[in-house]
């Protein structure tokens, strides 16, 4: 019905399971302003180690915590930042010193975290870092933390990329032989010269600054399912990428590609804007908010990845609790109208206020009333096929039937509508679902 661009990994599991978390984690939740703050504030690699490395020392760290939040909460998969731009490492790699075992946390973080997600049945995505402001081969360019450095080209001449390159491949070895099945890999990212608005002569880097090509030939060798992200700049590579990853925006349609077929794809959202623990930010989203969101993603075909930044001590704040709990309570009436789902057929146009998830399996079509409209639904296009309708979150009937003529007469519904009869109260949940039984 929906034609979409087939992927190497595999996806099959992605495009049923919709909801997933994403999880930042690492020094930066101790200055918690940001999981840039090294880069924004250029604070030098021996202050800022000095500061968080040494006192990285999450002691109320608990998997198990975390995984049943989530779980809770209705997702099904879960990616966690195994390093994030300034390096640091959350698992024991063999190749560096600057990892969670040398910090006061003293032990691997991730494999006890891909165990326990794994145990509530979730599916286990790493996310890696491309870019290193630590890692002395790295080259210093126009986003690193010494950008701004009055000896860069100075430094640079006894940087080798190459090094980089090999420890980098070295690592993601490492993480896809040591922990199991991954099922999903997260690059982050390029910014070569030219690119999303880029100048001509902006100093970033790209596909040959990882060598691209190689890292995901071995990504797939080593694990021949997993799903890879778009950001290793290699989107005319057959074999490239896997899935699209608009970022903090609300697509406004189904992404497509270059020839215009819809691609597997997941929107990465936070909760207040940063994706590490940010102490003092006040924008966090309502769970209304965050469900709209999941609802209007799965109405276009995606998935929504949403963010936790877990704080130093290692848990998932209040807010955050609060939020995955409200999204849990919804999810659990619910959760029939996201997994499985995706956008209608496109010959069942939309009705106002609402968003359509579609599950062609089962044949129901589910209207996420948006907005609580006074006693009626018009269905445009549907009369004749639909056999039965219900409220979601109860069960209980919803009575179809005919525009009146009065209605019509008044454009009041269309001929070819057929019409839900809706209680005045809104049923008292965030947002109601009808499920309607397609003949
Ligand atoms: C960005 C940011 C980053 C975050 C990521 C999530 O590219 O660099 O901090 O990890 O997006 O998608």
């Given at each position: 019905?929906?034609?979409?661009r087939p992927t190497t990994g595999d996806s099959n599991w992605f495009?049923?399971?919709?909801?997933?978390?994403?999880?930042?984690?690492?020094?930066?939740?101790?200055?918690?302003?940001?999981?840039?703050?090294?880069?924004?504030?250029?604070?030098?690699?021996?202050?800022?180690?000095?500061?968080?490395?040494?006192?990285?020392?999450?002691?109320?760290?608990?998997?198990?915590?975390?995984?049943?939040?989530?779980?809770?909460?209705?997702?099904?998969y879960f990616v966690v930042t195994t390093k994030?731009?300034?390096?640091?490492c959350l698992w024991d790699s063999k190749l560096t010193?600057?990892?969670?075992?040398?910090?006061?946390?003293?032990?691997d973080?991730i494999g006890?975290?891909a165990?326990?997600?794994r145990?509530?049945?979730?599916k286990v995505g790493f996310y890696h870092s491309l870019i290193d402001?630590?890692h002395?081969?790295?080259?210093?360019?126009?986003?690193?933390?010494?950008?701004?450095?009055?000896?860069?080209?100075?430094?640079?001449?006894?940087?080798?990329q190459q090094q980089y390159i090999d420890y980098l491949h070295g690592q993601v070895r490492e993480l896809l032989t040591d922990y199991g099945r991954v099922d999903m890999l997260f690059y982050d990212f390029s910014?070569?010269?030219?690119?999303?608005?880029?100048?001509?002569?902006?100093?970033?880097k790209g596909r040959r600054d990882w060598d691209s090509e190689a890292l995901i030939k071995l990504t797939r060798h080593l694990q021949p399912d997993i799903l890879v992200d778009d950001r290793l700049d290699l989107f005319d590579a057959p074999g490239g990428w896997d899935y699209r990853t608009?970022?903090?925006?609300?697509?406004?349609?189904?992404?497509?590609?270059?020839?215009?077929?819809?691609v597997v794809?997941e929107?990465?959202?936070?909760?207040?804007?940063?994706?590490?623990?940010?102490?003092?930010?006040?924008?966090?989203?309502?769970?209304?908010?965050?469900?709209?969101?999941?609802?209007?993603?799965?109405?276009?075909?995606?998935?929504?990845?949403?963010?936790?930044?877990?704080?130093?001590?290692?848990?998932?704040?209040?807010?955050?609790?609060?939020?995955?709990?409200?999204?849990?309570?919804?999810?659990?009436?619910?959760?029939?109208?996201?997994?499985?789902?995706?956008?209608?057929?496109?010959?069942?146009?939309?009705?106002?206020?609402?968003?359509?998830?579609?599950?062609?399996?089962?044949?129901?079509?589910?209207?996420?009333?948006?907005?609580?409209?006074?006693?009626?639904?018009?269905?445009?296009?549907?009369?004749?096929?639909?056999?039965?309708?219900?409220?979601?979150?109860?069960?209980?009937?919803?009575?179809?039937?005919?525009?009146?003529?009065?209605?019509?007469?008044?454009?009041?519904?269309?001929?070819?509508?057929?019409?839900?009869?809706?209680?005045?109260?809104?049923?008292?949940?965030?947002?109601?679902?009808?499920?309607?039984?397609?003949?």
């Amino acid at each position: 019905m929906h034609q979409v661009r087939p992927t190497t990994g595999d996806s099959n599991w992605f495009v049923n399971d919709r909801f997933g978390l994403f999880i930042h984690w690492g020094l930066y939740a101790l200055p918690a302003r940001h999981e840039w703050v090294k880069q924004r504030e250029e604070i030098p690699g021996d202050v800022y180690d000095s500061k968080y490395f040494t006192r990285f020392d999450p002691d109320l760290y608990d998997p198990d915590v975390w995984a049943a939040a989530a779980s809770d909460a209705g997702m099904k998969y879960f990616v966690v930042t195994t390093k994030h731009h300034d390096g640091f490492c959350l698992w024991d790699s063999k190749l560096t010193d600057y990892k969670a075992t040398n910090t006061p946390a003293r032990r691997d973080l991730i494999g006890p975290m891909a165990k326990a997600f794994r145990d509530r049945d979730m599916k286990v995505g790493f996310y890696h870092s491309l870019i290193d402001w630590h890692h002395p081969n790295f080259v210093i360019d126009d986003v690193h933390s010494m950008r701004n450095h009055p000896d860069r080209a100075e430094l640079n001449k006894t940087r080798e990329q190459q090094q980089y390159i090999d420890y980098l491949h070295g690592q993601v070895r490492e993480l896809l032989t040591d922990y199991g099945r991954v099922d999903m890999l997260f690059y982050d990212f390029s910014y070569p010269a030219g690119s999303r608005g880029r100048a001509a002569d902006f100093v970033g880097k790209g596909r040959r600054d990882w060598d691209s090509e190689a890292l995901i030939k071995l990504t797939r060798h080593l694990q021949p399912d997993i799903l890879v992200d778009d950001r290793l700049d290699l989107f005319d590579a057959p074999g490239g990428w896997d899935y699209r990853t608009p970022e903090q925006f609300m697509p406004r349609a189904w992404p497509t590609d270059d020839a215009g077929t819809k691609v597997v794809w997941e929107t990465c959202q936070t909760f207040s804007g940063s994706w590490g623990y940010h102490r003092d930010e006040s924008s966090w989203k309502s769970v209304d908010q965050l469900l709209r969101m999941l609802i209007e993603v799965v109405s276009k075909g995606g998935n929504l990845l949403l963010n936790v930044g877990p704080t130093g001590r290692g848990e998932f704040d209040d807010r955050a609790l609060d939020r995955l709990q409200g999204m849990g309570a919804w999810m659990r009436r619910h959760g029939r109208a996201i997994y499985g789902c995706t956008a209608a057929p496109p010959d069942i146009p939309t009705p106002q206020n609402c968003c359509l998830t579609w599950n062609p399996q089962t044949r129901r079509l589910y209207v996420h009333i948006l907005a609580w409209p006074f006693k009626q639904l018009s269905l445009d296009g549907l009369a004749g096929r639909v056999e039965y309708a219900q409220l979601l979150n109860d069960a209980s009937e919803v009575f179809l039937r005919e525009p009146t003529p009065h209605q019509l007469e008044m454009g009041g519904a269309d001929a070819g509508a057929v019409v839900l009869d809706l209680p005045v109260e809104q049923p008292r949940v965030e947002i109601p679902v009808v499920e309607l039984f397609l003949k």
